[in-house]
């Protein structure tokens, strides 16, 4: 079945899964956007405690989809993975260590004898919450504005500045999409709470901070596309692979590829309906077209960062080491193994959506949490 | 390729990498095993109807979820440090390492995740044979992931199904059954997830051990001894089955790994097998600080003979005859090696200067004759061997393979009977009164975390320097950064890791004393 497709279509077909994945991590980073509401939104220990289970039962997808992005990445982009990880050394390691922290912190919280202390573990939970997404996001800017490596002939990577990798916050650009994805993240979690507690004072008190979290989204979120719209790309020759700087890059790509543009407006509207009419009618259902309409903006802003010759992760310091998804990906025989096994995603989706549905069918309240045996 | 590369960074590369592993290996087979202990109590709730058996149930359950997170934090790190310190490893093999994880992600992650919510939360709001479902499929997942890992890491020990891509300087993949099911893969699965199995087992006896000496919960503490003696014992056999089916595998592929945890330096028919034996401090031959002679040694005639090639008098070759050569029995000398794999990187350093210099022709010519299966043979397959500047460094620690071996198979002997004996006397109602017993019950607990962590210390360290057997030496895999970096990240997770540990330890400690009856949770 696969075996009869072209290489470079095994290719962008790795890539709409990656990407894919890359934009359910987004998503499922509600957990990450909660986190760092914690203090603000509750008001009592009862209420951090709704707070903290709901995500609690919630954070190991998105840990589980992070690591499968990583797995997934290497196994079909092995380039990017030795190229980005080796050399932004510093800022995926600040990623992981967020992560790391976060692993521990919602089981450890409330235990007896924690050694560090509930308020210890909501700390770790906060960092995690505000560094997770501004990391991740500004290192997928730098899909957009390039890095600072160069590769030898035998793929060996060499960074160009001590920072290794942190000197992308020095771009605005990058800020701007870490900060648009931080904000968005917190948007996602008032959303979530609204959607799985029931409280009526953390419903209203999510419901106004919306608000609070929707207007710097919004001015980062525009920022980030109109800026990326005018700016210049790394497109790819046809056949010799040889990166050229091409002004209006991501434009053109917009253009060229309307389905993906239809997307991406799909996915925008999507959050902002969401937004909007949590905050005129209240419901609780704005997670579902926030998030579904982020899964839309972030895979479509994907697609836009690599299809159509573009590199998806040029390189500033050695234009010619920038990665393409034609130079940096696996064999065509891995690709194709790879390919068999991914027919398994949409069973896994299906369990996962029978799951969710059935421990989210009532939402979570105190008097659950009294009688729950395992309680964060 | 070893440009900018210095012995102090791949040195703290490494000590990383080990730190994180062994931290992880801490947390992971207790998962691997305690999730079907679990399991297993939690069906013959379902089963009885007993409500003992829930209660049983549900203090596993709380004691496996303080150690899952934790395992999971450590494991985030192992998987992403494959690209922040070892990127040169990552690209070389990634068309076929990477595969292994990517499917871990998608068939096994996602299952012990998804499954894990319910297993935990789900008491309430699914019905009993959802749950049960539920928590088999934990357990499950958690061993399917702990398949995939080891598929890799057998891979590192026995490449199989690739070729050598010049265009792209790298290994490709050519068959994923053969990776998925090489021997190696195979029996290393089996024999890492059932020592898992024994260590959990281990752990049920000896915290019920100490619930039996503080005379409380008594039938809540049988009944958990009954279900890990019996689960214990079947897992120690297949341990040992499965552990002699690698050591077997060791002896054809990586002899000089063999050779080095037997302390065998000069090789012979009907080799025997070193039962117990200390290494001195004086050197058994000048030339090698790392040939020590043994203090102490107590040998069985041709065991090892038999053990390596089912033939009682086989010749086993030692360490002098993989370095020196041994024509008689056909050993290819290291310095023979080490030209192959020159040779192979010269042809390979001449095809990408023709690329680079246009000379189409012969840049298609010198591919042709690299990827000639008999030059991937000849001379290929001892790639790693041309970067080797001394002979002696392709001898890996003696002292530390020798002891982590017999470490591990005396414990893992031992076990038996410890199972045995726990079986026994709760069975016929005396374990009670076997105060003795129960102590040493509770201190196989550290017993069995250092069998676990030696077989590790075994697999990993007696492969040096390769990272990937005779294709790439550690020293080759690791990423070009400052040794100051390393350091910074080593000291951080050192003390994360460690402090993390006593936290996980202080839980489930005040847990246990909690007992079963009371248990904890957000008040």
Known sequence: M????????LQQYWWLI?????????????????ETLFFTIARTETEKSLLVNTLGRKWEFTFTTLVTFGGAFFASFPLFYATSFGGAYWVWFAILISFVIQAVSYEFRKKPANFLGAKTFEIFLFINGLLGPVLVGTAVGTFFNGAMFSLDDMKHVTWGTPFRGLEAVLTFHNLALGLAVLFLSRILGLLYFMNSIDNEAIFERSKKHLL????????FFLYFVIALLFKDGFAYKPGTGEIVVESYKYLHNLLAMPINTIMFLAGVVGVLWGIISTLLKGGPKGIWFTGGGTVLTVWALLILAAFNHTSFYPSVFDLQSSLTIENASSSRFTLV???????????VL???WYAWKAMNNKKISSEELEQEHHVY | MLDGINVALVDWSRAQFALTAMYHWIFVPLTLGLGILVAIMETLYVKTGNPEWKKITRFWMTLFGINFAIGVATGIILEFEFGTNWSNYSWFVGDIFGAPLAIEGILAFFMESTFI???FFGWNKVSKSFHLTATWLTAIGANLSALWILVANAWMQKPVGMVFNPETARMEMTSFWEVLFSPMAVHKFLHTTSSGFVLASIFVIGISAWYIIKGRDIVFARKSIIVGAVFGFIAIIYTIFTGDSSARDVAHYQPMKFAAFEGLYNGSEGAGLVALGLISRNTADPTNENLKDFTVRIEIPNILSYMAFLNWN???PGINDLIKGNEKFGVLAAADKISRGKIAIEKLKAFKEAKKSGQIVRADSLKTGIMNPEFQKNYFSYFGYGYIADVNTLVPSVALAFYSFHIMVLLGLYFIFFFLFAL?????GKIHKKRKFLRIAIWTIPLAYLASQAGWVLTEVGRQPWVIQDLMPTMAAVTKISVGAVQVTFWLFAIIFTTLLIAELKIMMRQIKIGPKSEGGAK
Do not use: C
């Open chain 1, 212 to 219: 609070y979290n929707t207007v710097p989204f919004l001015v």
């Open chain 1, 18 to 34: 990656v990407s894919l994945l890359g934009a359910l991590f987004v998503f499922l980073m509600f957990v990450q956007g909660g």
């Open chain 1, 337 to 347: 193994s790879m390919s068999y096994v991914s027919l398994f995603v949409p069973f």
């Open chain 1, 2 to 9: 696969f075996e009869t497709l072209s290489l470079i279509s």
């Open chain 2, 314 to 316: 086989a010749f086993v």
């Open chain 2, 424 to 428: 026994y006397y709760t069975l016929k």
């Open chain 2, 117 to 119: 919510a319910i297993m």
């Open chain 1, 350 to 352: 299906g369990y996962i």
